[in-house]
């Protein structure tokens, strides 16, 4: 069964740094975009940021803009996100995401064009 896998959640300090990587198991997605979520209890999956499959495009979702950057590396199968001047409000649990679509579209901000899911990575900012 192909799966995501991600890594690097963890406990930090207010302004701190993470970098989540996310590998899939099974196969490869070197021609997927990918994307990373996350969830807090209670709350709907929110989007973060979004890589296209040759890296050339990203998007953020404005709370995390200029503060976290995604990026992929196609040679090892990984995207990543480095998360810096972390917040006490972005503790939740993060998912990675890829999907078969091919084209860039503004839908790549919900929930319902990925395909393929990890089952997520905590990570909690304390204040």
């Known amino acids: 069964q192909v799966q995501l896998v991600e890594s690097g959640g963890g406990l930090v300090q207010a302004g701190g740094s993470l970098r989540l990587s996310c590998a899939p198991s099974g196969r490869t997605f070197n021609s997927y975009h990918q994307a990373w979520f996350r969830q807090t209890p209670g709350k709907e999956r929110e989007f973060v940021a979004a890589?296209?499959?040759?890296?050339?495009?990203?998007y953020y979702a404005e709370s995390v803009k200029g503060r976290f950057t995604i990026s992929r590396d196609n040679t090892k199968n990984t995207a990543y996100l480095q998360m810096n001047s972390l917040k006490p409000e972005d503790t939740a649990i993060y998912y990675c995401?890829?999907?078969?679509?091919?084209?860039?579209?503004?839908?790549?901000?919900?929930?319902?064009?990925?395909?393929?899911w990890g089952q997520g990575t905590q990570v909690t900012v304390s204040s």
């Open positions: 890589i296209s499959w040759s890296a050339d495009r990203q």
């Open positions: 995401a890829a999907t078969t679509t091919k084209e860039w579209v503004i839908e790549l901000v919900t929930t319902a064009l990925y395909d393929y």
